[in-house]
């Protein structure tokens, strides 16, 4: 396929016109490529073209290559924008993994909402990551390998020469007499990458010459696949969603057949919590050790900073580790926000029920946590104090989250569990306005009434 830059238009048409186009400028072929044939499409681009080029400092030409690419971008009138990274060599993901991701940082930190950055990966390199995530044991969604277009930063990753291959760029790059560099790491067969572009796939394509164009038609194959997955998982959990996102009805999951009970879970935790993806081994743990757990068992399955956990028939997914807040002074007067737990707390008037107002503007108020041994006395239940353990567990609050339930102090005496009662002593007078509490969601902008008394809320 002859490769020019009215067909790269043409693949650019398909996408929302951005006020700028950044290059990821290595200035290798490929890149080079990109570049120069987004210029060369002069005014019909309709947007500005800028290149940006990321220092990793790993090879000893390094500076060479970054001046290279300045004096091209010199040549075509281009901005370039030069970024230097550093490199963990001993993060324990390996030299490119961990290169990869300092190089996406660095290129989200400059793009301005509604920018685009295209990446030179053409239709060779969908091959190549086709194959590498077919020998990781991969599904769908990997096998996908790579997407032409996705979110990015505040704009949008375009992938625009995935449909040429690399003699496609080649031929381009001779026809206008383009010079590049050759990085000499690409010849390295200890990374697995180059071992398949170099000892592997030449073999295939002397048996299948297009072994490349079919395997990357497979890959958008693939894509396909994981997008009908995606509006079946998503079909999914709308019908069995709850109120709050972070949970999950287990009755609700078992309904569904064992694949899409697998494929919804995905989607739970990766679209709706943003939560790693589990893999296999994983996904499997959290239905044998959580989902299947006994109805009295609080099982918890941590991993990379999430745990999932289960309380009565009730899946959450939290943080592994959950903060303790310090007791905070609170005239009620102003919100009070408490970052740490992740919410901020505020009254309003209520038309009836609710605290006393006359608690306005009190000293002696503060917000503080249970630490064991606590009671109270629930207005409207006879007056008797009950233990605060066994109210949370009559109003089903899970074990790990009643540290975190803002307990209203007058004094040394509890006035409310905010969300869940007022307490006898500190209600408004029947039929008299009081005040409510409401906790703010920092991390999520919901708002859920407290204050109130929900003792209805037992199961």
């Known amino acids: 396929m002859t490769f020019n830059s009215a067909q790269l238009l043409s693949t650019l048409a398909q996408h929302p016109k951005p006020k700028a186009y950044w290059v990821a400028y290595s200035g290798g072929l490929d890149s080079t490529v990109l570049l120069h044939s987004l210029v060369n499409a002069g005014d019909a681009l309709q947007a500005e073209a800028k290149a940006v080029h990321v220092n990793h400092g790993l090879q000893k030409e390094a500076k060479d290559w970054e001046q290279h690419c ?3 971008c010199k040549s075509l009138n281009v901005p370039l924008m030069s970024l230097s990274v550093n490199v963990d060599k001993k993060s324990g993901e390996g030299i490119e993994a961990t290169a990869r991701n300092e190089r996406y940082m660095a290129f989200g930190s400059i793009m301005n909402k509604g920018d685009v950055l295209c990446l ?7 091959a190549e990551t086709l194959l590498l995530q077919l020998l990781r044991g991969a599904g769908v969604a990997g096998m996908s390998a790579m997407p032409e277009a996705k979110p990015f930063a505040d704009g949008l990753m375009l992938r625009p020469l995935l449909p040429f291959s690399r003699a496609d760029l080649e031929n381009y790059a001779n026809q206008h007499n383009l010079k590049w560099i050759e990085d000499p790491s690409n010849e390295q067969i200890s990374f697995d990458r180059n071992y398949l572009r170099h000892e592997v796939m030449p073999v295939i394509q002397q048996r299948w010459v297009a072994a490349s164009r079919t395997l990357a038609r497979g890959a958008a194959h693939m894509a396909e696949a994981n997008d009908l997955l995606a509006e079946v998982a998503e079909q999914d959990w709308l019908a069995i969603s709850e109120a709050d996102d972070r949970c999950m009805s287990i009755s609700g999951l078992q309904k569904l057949s064992l694949s899409r009970q697998r494929n919804v879970m995905r989607f739970w935790l990766n679209k709706i919590n943003k939560a790693p993806v589990p893999d ?25 900073g999430i745990a999932i956990r289960r309380y009565r028939q009730t ?3 939290t943080a592994s580790e959950l903060p303790q807040a310090e007791a905070l002074v609170w005239n009620l007067s102003k919100p009070l926000s408490i970052p740490l737990l992740g ?13 006393d107002a006359g608690l306005v503007g009190q000293k002696g108020i503060r917000i503080d946590f249970r630490h064991g041994g606590e009671t109270c006395q629930p207005a409207g239940r006879g007056g008797q104090r009950h233990e605060l353990k066994k109210l949370m567990q009559e109003w089903g609050i899970p074990p790990w989250q009643r540290e975190r339930v803002p307990l209203l102090y007058v004094g040394n005496t509890i006035a409310a569990v905010v969300g869940y009662c007022v ?8 039929g ?8 703010e969601d920092l991390s999520r902008g919901s708002i859920a009434t407290a204050g109130e008394n929900n003792d209805n809320s037992q199961d």
């Open 70 to 72: 300045q004096h091209f």
């Open 120 to 126: 030179a990966h053409h239709q060779n390199d969908q």
């Open 280 to 304: 296999t081994q994983r996904l499997g743990q959290i239905f044998n050790e959580v989902v299947e757990a006994a109805d009295d068992a609080e099982p918890c399955l941590q991993w990379q």
């Open 423 to 430: 307490c006898e002593g500190f209600a408004a007078a029947a």
């Open 343 to 355: 919410f901020c707390l505020h009254t309003e008037q209520l038309d009836i029920d609710g605290l």
């Open 432 to 439: 008299v306005p009081g005040i409510g509490i409401k906790i």
């Open 315 to 317: 899946l959450y997914v």
